[in-house]
């Protein structure tokens, strides 16, 4: 990053910004709306409203009216960032991806508080958790939406429902039911991509998997290994006998007792199709620790859907990590070698999901995703789509600089940038080009010593693969 590109990512934000001003009734709005991003871009430790607040000389309260009570439409807000990445950010690669994430609290008065597993800690605590959509296209990648899950016993508490302005509409619903309204949400809004991608919390659910599959979205979903799958296509019985027979009459349409339907971590081993196949080795990824190669073995199955009938003919994928012995199942509804579809296209779109989660740690980590300090309902929503617009910003940003030989420049870098923008631009010029060029020097060390452990941890694992006889350079590659 140069000296003009540092002033330039400053200024650009209050024009970003402008683009929101019809989400707010009042210049109030406008204006705590840029003090609220300021402070997630600034360098502000933990990023709630009262630190916040406080750094840029305002009384905390004002700030948690902003989320609480001030006039301002978050939903318009929201729609607004999706309809600027389908216009501006919309790539025929793109991909979509569902995550959760928690945030641990001490009290019992936030909303959709309660004892739940928090995967960021990986132990069941005192959290909330929410839902969030990912999008992913090439040099970009930002938070599409969220939405809080609201345990059973909350939704049917008026009394905490009422203390914490839960809206009447919003009900019980499971994590992939509030996925769902969350893609819907975005294919209105002219998002599209060419598959969705998620973990097996949501693999694992059949009816989410039919609705993707009814609403003609192309996913490749990591599964659990007790998934049925059937590796011939299974024969369904339509119509009732003719003769009756004693006892109760079977339901129809039904699928017949052969072929059986079986556990895909038993087709590994017992499936003559499996077992006479040779495992492909492909590079999925390199990251910052090395390159990772894994296994693959695939075949074409047909899932048991909701109904319990057979779903279209899908692909199955075992994937079997060769450094550390882990193994995953994934499956999709797009068959290798119908429409251009490649076994290595699935495997980037199944260990993608590396990418969005990275993509959450930098909103936790850099914007204070997690650092909400408010109860309600609408207000934690409001602090989530702020947060997402914030994001959006600094990927933006960070895309259009990567298309001028910026590759190595990450979102934590801009977000840097921004912040010693505001902090000094308003010092006369010599102290001010002082500041941004230390940033800029600062910036440079940090890529040369990202770089150099970069290529000692590459140096390190190619080593390791090739004790095991495998040259990383030679194998099939999911890397483009």
Known sequence: MTLKELKDVGRELCAFLALFAGCFASLTGRRLLKIYV???????KNKNCEAIALRFCQLPRTLQRFLESIKWNEEQLRDRCQHIIARDHAHEEALGTVDESGTAKSGSHTAAVTRQYNGNRGKVENCTVAVHLGYWAPEFRTILDSRLYLPKDWAEDPVRRRQNYIPDEVRFQTKPQIALDLIDRALGNGIQVRAW?????????????????????????????????????????RRRP??????????????????????????????????????QRYRIKD???????????????????GTKLPSRQQTLMVAHNVRTGDVKYFLSNRVVGRSGVT???????????????????????????DHFQVRGWRCIHRHYYVTALSCLFCSRTRQRLAARH???????????????????????????????????AD????QRRNAQARKSHTKTRVAFYRELGIDVNRIKSCIT
């Open 38 to 44: 300021q402070g997630q871009l600034s360098d502000v």
């Open 197 to 237: 991608t998620f973990d097996e919390l949501y693999g694992r659910d059949s009816k989410f998997l039919d609705a993707l599959q009814a609403r003609k979205q192309a996913f490749v979903a990591e599964i659990p290994s007790d998934t049925q799958v059937w590796t011939d296509s299974p024969r369904v019985v």
């Open 242 to 279: 003719a003769q009756a027979r004693n006892g109760r009459p079977k339901n129809v349409p039904r699928v017949a007792r052969k072929p059986p339907a079986c556990q895909v971590r038993n087709l590994i081993q017992y499936s003559s199709k499996f077992r006479e196949q040779s495992w």
């Open 287 to 305: 990251t910052e620790s090395g390159p990772e190669v894994w296994e693959v073995k695939w075949l074409k199955v047909w899932r048991k859907t």
């Open 343 to 369: 076994l290595r296209w699935l495997l980037q779109v199944a260990f993608s999901r590396w990418a969005i989660e990275a993509c959450f740690r930098v909103a936790k980590e850099e914007l204070g995703m």
């Open 406 to 440: 910026h590759r190595d420049l990450t979102v934590e870098q801009v977000r840097r940038a921004v912040n010693i923008y505001l902090a000094h631009h308003h010092l006369p010029a010599g102290l001010r080009d002082e500041a941004f060029e230390k940033e800029l």
């Open 443 to 446: 910036q440079r060390y940090h």
